[in-house]
């Protein structure tokens, strides 16, 4: 039995930082995991650029109502669940995500939470677990489910690999010369065809 984990931004959504960068006109929130590989060094740049910029998660939630899924996204989501299960495994937040999901249909969602203090500042972030992506995909298969893993950045490497089948969706060109063996797909329906000949 197989089961689909996929990212969420730059997979079913626009990259919330990017959205937030040219909302706010702060050039350097407009990097993410496409760009710097190091998640914790990414995320406490974010953090310390938030703070200095006196931004508080109302106004990043603000961005967020703004943002709608990638064209096709939605429809794809139901082609998957119509065939079989899925899970959005993704380094965002809930304080982020949970409008989001909302737009695509409430899809399971896995992710990390932040800590805010009664002012909207944002404090730090939690991981769910380390390499929370990777863990999933293992989890799943010591219940003895297979997995295909759908993600687009350096953060989803692990899981890509440790999944039964991995996909890179839509990747930046760096991604792809650093990890040139993992399949590719440039649009749904490329992912369609790949997961329809698995589970035939």
Not at 4 to 17: H, K, N
Not at 40 to 59: A, P, S
Not at 88 to 117: Q, R, Y
Request: glycine fraction near 4%; aromatic fraction near 8%.
């Amino acid at each position: 039995m197989y089961i689909v984990c996929s990212d969420l931004e730059g997979v079913f959504v626009p990259e919330i930082w990017i959205n937030v960068a040219k909302h706010t006109g702060i050039d350097e929130l407009k990097l993410t995991t496409r760009d710097i590989s190091d998640y914790n060094v990414l995320m406490k740049r974010r953090l310390e650029i938030l703070r200095q910029n006196k931004l508080t998660i109302h106004d990043i939630q603000h961005v967020i109502s703004y943002i709608k899924p990638l064209p096709g996204a939605k429809e794809f989501i139901y082609w998957l669940r119509k065939k079989t299960q899925l899970i959005v495994v993704s380094d965002t937040f809930t304080e982020f995500a949970d409008p989001l999901m909302e737009k695509l249909g409430n899809p399971t969602l896995f992710c990390h939470h932040l800590t805010i203090d009664h002012l909207g500042i944002i404090q730090d972030y939690n991981l769910r677990q380390p390499d929370g992506k990777m863990r999933v995909a293992e989890a799943l298969q010591n219940l003895n489910y297979k997995v295909i893993g759908i993600g687009d950045s350096y953060n989803d490497i692990n899981m890509l690999r440790k999944a039964d089948i991995g996909i890179l969706y839509r990747p930046p060109e760096n991604v792809i010369r650093d990890h040139g063996d993992i399949p590719t797909a440039s649009s749904y329906e490329e992912i369609k065809n790949i997961i329809s000949d698995t589970l035939l």
